[in-house]
Structure formats: C-alpha cells, structure tokens
T-cell receptor, first 112, second 112 residues
C-alpha cells in the first residue's frame, strides 16, 4: 500500500530564505506526483505536476524534483515571502487511472 | 472562469438528516473525486468516478453515496448524517491529458 510522508509537519523561516520541503513515498511505481498549496479555509491549488519520466518541473520561484528510485520529491522555494505561508501537500498517483494518495502536508510560515 | 463549483459552502445539519453536497465542473474532465479533510488525518478519498455513468469506492465510502449522470455533475449524498461526518469536503476533477488534479473550494459540514 502506497504511503506518502511529508516531513517536517511545520516549518517557520524568515523572509528571503530559500527552503526545501520534503515528500517521500513507499512505492516507487508511480505515474506522476503533484504538489499543492492550501491556504486556511480554502481548497487546494495545484503548483507543479511531475510525470514519472521527468526529473523536475519549475514554475517561477518554485522547483520540484522527483527521484523515483529513492521514493523522494522535494519542493524548493526560492527567496521566500510572507505570501508563501500556507500548507503544502504532495500526492502521488500509481497509474493513469489511479487515485491520488496524499501526504498530510507541511505547514509553512514565512516571517516578515 | 473555468473550474469546480461546490455548494453549499457551509452547512450545519442535525444528525439523521439527509444531505447532498453539489459539485459541478466546466472543464469537461472525465474523472471526478470526493475527498474529506480532517485535522490529523489529511485528505481521504470517499468516492470517485472515472467517467459519466461509473462510480467507485475510495478509502472511506461508508455512509456516503454518489452518482454521475453526466460529465459535469458529481453530487455526494449523506443518507443519514452522523457527527463523525463533520468535516470539510472537497470535490476534484482530473485533466485527462496530464493527469493534473483540480479542486473546488470545499464544503464545510457540521453534523450535530
């Protein structure tokens, strides 16, 4: 059974720092991996999607990497801002018709 | 603006009452999902539908039912609500080409 773990559960950093959020999964046979952002009381917003054949994806200050063999993905946030404060979730899909399995998220707080 | 619309946004319900949470998408995605999100437990899949006319059970289906009469709508019904169904419910749809998942803003349900 696929399990997705995100460590740490919470992280607080000063504004301007570069930071890395971690996601690990137990079954390396994934179809894709997706990173989301969730603001308090809101739905999930898709940030980056990495297909199993890809090693990384970039969007603005965000860069997500994927290492299937080690069962790990990282989300790199450059030059963090207070507006980046949110909970970040990763999720993996086993097959093209499979369902997403979510981690419990990392709650990020960026202090001005 | 294309996306997923959920209704109601929030609802307080007496135990034993029947409740239907509505979900409509205008992206013509075939696959749709219902999740519940609870503190400490993360997002858990209730039911899904890979295409109109078909549905499947997720991780926590008991007490819930769904239907998929057409591509756009995917309602979730609680036949007889219980307090343990107090949660935030999210509807999502999946883009066929990329497998990317998109979420609605959620329905906060309190069962007393």
């Amino acid at each position: 059974k696929q399990e997705v773990t995100q460590i740490p559960a919470a992280l607080s950093v000063p504004e301007g720092e570069n930071l890395v959020l971690n996601c690990s999964f137990t079954d390396s046979a994934i179809y894709n991996l997706q990173w989301f952002r969730q603001d308090p009381g809101k739905g999930l917003t898709s940030l980056l999607l990495i297909q199993s054949s890809q090693r990384e994806q970039t969007s603005g200050r965000l860069n997500a990497s994927l290492d299937k063999s080690s069962g790990r993905s990282t989300l790199y946030i450059a030059a963090s801002q207070p507006g980046d404060s949110a909970t970040y979730l990763c999720a993996v899909r086993r097959g093209s018709q499979g369902n997403l399995i979510f981690g419990k998220g990392t709650k990020l707080s960026v202090k001005p | 603006i294309a996306g997923i619309t959920q209704a109601p946004t929030s609802q307080i319900l007496a135990a034993g009452r029947r409740m239907t949470l509505r979900c409509t998408q205008d992206m013509r995605h075939n696959a749709m999902y219902w999740y519940r999100q609870d503190l400490g437990l993360g997002l858990r899949l209730i039911h899904y539908s890979n295409t109109a006319g078909t549905t499947g059970k997720g991780e926590v289906p008991d007490g819930y039912s769904v239907s998929r009469a057409n591509t756009d709508d995917f309602p979730l019904t609680l036949a007889s609500a219980v307090p343990s169904q107090t949660s935030v419910y999210f509807c999502a749809s999946r883009a066929g080409a990329t497998g990317e998942l998109f979420f609605g803003e959620g329905s906060r349900l309190t069962v007393l």
